[in-house]
């Protein structure tokens, strides 16, 4: 049975960092593409940051470039996202995703809440 278990989540003020961790199982971690997104209320779930499952190549959406990380160890199956100069724009549930081909696996998600 796969899951997806998210960590790492809370209040932070703006400026402050954060580290979220999606820990996986059931399913061949290293043979998936790694993905968090995030989903702020009213607003259309949005792609943040990506980590290939060969090459660990990662892409990021302009809004987080230069103050989020993506990384991943294969031996713990784990990605994590860390999240740097958070602003309250930030606020949002933060859901990994695991992708390989057609096939996708979607966690529960975090909160972050970034406010003084």
């Known amino acids: 049975q796969v899951h997806l278990v998210e960590s790492g989540g809370g209040l932070v003020q703006p400026g402050g960092s954060l580290r979220l961790s999606c820990a996986a199982s059931g399913f061949t971690f290293s043979w998936y593409g790694m993905n968090w997104y995030r989903q702020a209320p009213g607003k259309e779930r949005e792609l943040v940051a990506t980590i290939s499952s060969l090459t660990s190549s990662t892409t990021y959406a302009d809004s987080v470039k230069g103050r989020f990380t993506i990384s991943r160890d294969n031996a713990k199956n784990t990605v994590y996202l860390q999240m740097n100069s958070l602003k309250p724009e930030d606020t949002a549930v933060y859901i990994c995703?695991?992708?390989?081909?057609?096939?996708?696996?979607w966690g529960q998600g975090t909160q972050v809440t970034v406010s003084s």
């Open positions: 995703k695991a992708q390989r081909g057609s096939v996708g696996y």
